[in-house]
């Protein structure tokens, strides 16, 4: 016998009235969850990374990264399938691989969690302060409560969030790149223009 297949669930592991309520998600929320969770942060760097390194490249590190972070998180499903009891990464950590392994779980998903929430939260406050022309703080307050709104109503709400924004994203992006070659094409057929204008 496994030592997956040893561990018991302990009584009341999961209370009728406990915190955590599963949530039924569709195949299309679940996806756009986990593009974003994929993407993280970075989804706010993608129109100007694309525009910088061009599109292509952008969408091969995309893939082969996803790809990556894809099989990570297959291996942690796999893992909390097996395991009876409904635990988080700090409890599966303490599991499989001891106190320590908790410990270092925990203050791995916290320095990522407020470096998300920190780049997230300056980043969308200086874009929405220069395109609505107020100072950036306010910019990210005006990020940060609704999007706190939308993580406590649940996961539901925060997959089709997900999807907006990754749609969005991907506009933009195109957006970009569409704006950028219109700019070569006229700096290749129009000689009057100045080099440094191109």
Known sequence: MSSIEKIDQPK??????????????SFWDGVAIKL????GSGILALPFGSRLGGFPALVFWVILTGTFVAITMLYIAETSMRT????????????YVGTLGSWLMFAAVMINALGALTAYTIGSGDILG??????DF??????FVPAVGVVWMGLRVTGVSEKLITFGMILGGLNDQAQHVTHQVRCCHEPLLSPSFC
């Open 12 to 25: 009341n592991a999961y209370p009728e009235g406990g915190a955590l309520k599963p949530e039924p998600l």
């Open 138 to 143: 306010v910019g990210s307050l005006v990020f």
């Open 84 to 95: 009876r009891t409904p635990l988080q990464l700090s409890g599966l950590a303490k599991t």
């Open 36 to 39: 974003g969770a994929s993407i």
């Open 130 to 135: 220069e395109a609505l022309g107020i100072p």
